[in-house]
Nanobody, 122 residues
Framework: VQLVESGGGLVQPGGSLRLSCEVS????????IGWFRQASGKEREFVSG????????GYAESVKGRFTISRDNAKNTVYLQMNSLKPEDTGVYYC????????????????WGQGTQVTVSS
């Protein structure tokens, strides 16, 4: 089971990035995917989640209206489109997988990627 994030980088405030989470070693169809982030010196926090079918999505209040999660099961990939980025969005972004429905608790996710750095700064 492997999850690999990509798409991070340095962007100015107000800019956009699209993160990708490509999974291998299992069929994505029956797994919910969550995106989490961790800023330096802070705990890992929930950003967004999507059900195995894609019919249900959830967002942290801090990113609602700016971030959009989506998935393409045929490509075994989940995306996080991030618009109107703010300096407080800076951190390492991780995707994680769990069977069944998505939750906001990182402890309930069993498989994690290595993370991708997002830095929002002028």
């Amino acid at each position: 089971v492997q999850l690999v994030e990509s798409g991070g980088g340095l962007v100015q405030p107000g800019g956009s990035l699209r993160l990708s989470c490509e999974v291998s070693g299992f069929t994505l169809d029956y797994y919910a995917i969550g995106w989490f982030r961790q800023a330096s010196g802070k705990e890992r926090e929930f950003v967004s989640g999507i059900s195995w079918s894609g019919s249900k999505t959830g967002y942290a209040e801090s990113v609602k209206g700016r971030f959009t999660i989506s998935r393409d099961n045929a490509k075994n990939t989940v995306y996080l489109q991030m618009n109107s980025l703010k300096p407080e969005d800076t951190g390492v972004y991780y995707c994680a997988a769990r069977e069944g429905y998505s939750t906001t608790d990182p402890k309930t996710f069993g498989s994690w990627g290595q993370g991708t750095q997002v830095t929002v700064s002028s």
